[in-house]
């Protein structure tokens, strides 16, 4: 499985964090890790990304691809996700809670549950508007 690409993420503390960039649909094993979904999409200099949701996970082969919000990012058209592999729990929580402090991903407004997209809990997005 090759990445489509390396990103760094810098969180509310400052850190950064780096990432690699694969096909939404790519199959994993299982691993614990921090994930970004995105929306990539061409520019004149090749392609860049809108992040949509951060999350963790204790077991990357089943989470994000059978995700609760898994409609959120259909509905955005998200197609990519962002992987940095984690094996401590609490690392992983930490770091995702330091993403969310600095990004404010659609897909994350709404603690309670699934989007209903759009909505003021998961805003209307490019590429169907901002």
């Given at each position: ?65 059978t995700h609760c919000r898994t409609a959120c990012f ?57």
């Open positions: 499985m090759a990445s489509l690409a390396a990103a760094t993420f810098t969180g509310q503390s400052g850190e950064a964090y780096e990432f690699l960039a694969y096909d939404r649909d790519t199959e994993f094993k299982s691993a614990g890790a921090v994930y970004v979904v995105a929306i990539r999409y061409p520019v004149q200099d090749g392609y860049t990304y809108r992040n949509v949701y951060v999350g963790e996970t204790r077991d990357l082969a089943d989470s994000p691809l259909e509905r955005i058209g998200a197609n990519s996700l962002f992987v940095r592999l984690e094996g401590n729990p609490a690392r992983r929580q930490a770091i995702a809670q330091d993403l969310l402090g600095r990004y404010d991903p659609p897909c994350n407004s709404d603690q309670d549950g699934i989007c209903e997209y759009p909505s003021t809990d998961c805003p209307l997005v490019w590429p169907l508007g901002l």
